[in-house]
């Protein structure tokens, strides 16, 4: 099992620009402290590296990289109301897209069966010419870009338990019938987007699958849905890579969001996961996203990375 994390996602402080921003450095430090003190509960520690400029082209418009490149070495500005760039920004946002790359490599190598990239900023906003809620280039959507255009993958699912939407992942794919999108996720709740109804567009028709469940919603809710609708949409789908856009906003303690999770509820998921990707032959690798109320965010990846090795990752 692989663990992919960077300094940069340490530099990388919205709230120099926006005090009160949720997305804190001390989200990593509090999760790095954690896995520190258990050893790192047993998966191999590696350095992400940075994305290279293709590697984001494969899913977004090169000027959308410009603007974040030189608003960092201008030293920073607003690009929305909830999304600032700082100077360390540019640097983190490379980083976290170039572990998830990574992290692809390692998996479809043979390296490993199961891996974590987990870095700051998130990605999953992230549309392709627009840089949007606490996220700058889509992570999990570059590196399921990359699976199918550089590395030789014929079909990918991305399942997103986040509790917003993954609007930019969704709006990358819409149109195409290789990658399977899928999102268990609040609704109504910031971005606004991912009705029932929409099923992608154009021969991605069918493949982007939105579930969306109303405030209050528990773990019975959510596991319904991944055992009525998330795993057999995949396993129909058979894809030769699962990724997954982990946020833990759907936590009851997260101030962001009204689901009420908890830690185990993740783990759950995480089990239900391994079990499909064991099946499947397929590699799973987690892409981390949000959770902004740090105790239960720390405990909710623990309890996934625990859970992902009691099923037998390697």
Same mark, same amino acid.
């Given at each position: 099992m692989l663990f992919f994390s960077h300094p940069s996602s340490l530099e990388h402080n919205p709230t120099v620009l926006m005090p009160g921003h949720p997305d804190t450095p001390e989200r990593m430090l509090a999760i790095e402290a954690a896995l520190a003190e258990r050893d790192w509960l047993g998966w191999e520690r590696r350095e992400s590296p940075a994305a290279s400029a293709g590697e984001l082209e494969l899913v977004h418009d090169?000027? $959308? #990289? %410009?603007? +974040?490149?030189? $608003?960092?070495? %201008?030293?920073?500005?607003?690009?929305? *109301?909830?999304? *600032? +760039?700082m100077e360390a920004t540019y640097r983190a946002a490379l980083n976290a897209a170039g572990g998830a790359c990574e992290l692809t490599r390692a998996l479809l190598g043979g390296e490993a069966t199961v891996g974590y990239s987990c870095m700051r900023p998130s990605g999953h906003h992230a549309e392709r010419d627009r840089a949007m809620g606490f996220c700058y280039f889509d992570n999990v959507a570059v590196a399921a870009a990359l699976a199918i255009a550089e590395l030789g993958l014929e079909r990918v699912a991305v399942f997103d338990w986040d509790v917003h939407h993954g609007?930019?992942? %969704?709006? #990358?794919?819409?149109?195409?019938?290789? +990658? $399977?999108? $899928?999102? #268990?996720?609040?609704?109504?709740? !910031? @971005?606004? /987007?991912? @009705? %029932?109804?929409?099923?992608?567009?154009?021969?991605?028709?069918? !493949? /982007?699958?939105?579930?969306? +469940? @109303?405030p209050g919603s528990g773990e019975e809710v959510w596991l319904g849905l991944v055992d009525e609708v998330v795993v057999p949409r995949i396993e129909q789908h058979a894809p030769q890579l699962i990724l997954v856009s982990a946020g833990y906003d759907a936590h009851r303690a997260d101030p962001l969001a009204s689901c009420e999770l908890e830690s185990a509820s993740f783990a759950a998921m995480a089990t239900r996961l391994a079990e499909l990707a064991a099946r499947l032959d397929a590699p799973l690798g987690f892409v981390q996203e949000g959770g902004y109320h740090v105790p239960s965010l720390v405990e909710s990846l623990l309890a996934t990375m625990t859970a992902l090795g009691a099923a037998g990752g390697d």
């Open positions: 090169p000027r $959308l #990289i %410009a603007l +974040v490149r030189e $608003l960092s070495q %201008a030293g920073g500005g607003r690009i929305d *109301a909830d999304t *600032a +760039v609007n930019g992942t %969704a709006e #990358i794919f819409r149109e195409r019938d290789d +990658v $399977l999108f $899928l999102s #268990i996720h609040q609704s109504p709740l !910031y @971005p606004g /987007t991912g @009705p %029932a109804s929409d099923r992608g567009s154009g021969r991605g028709e069918g !493949y /982007t699958v939105n579930l969306p +469940v @109303p």
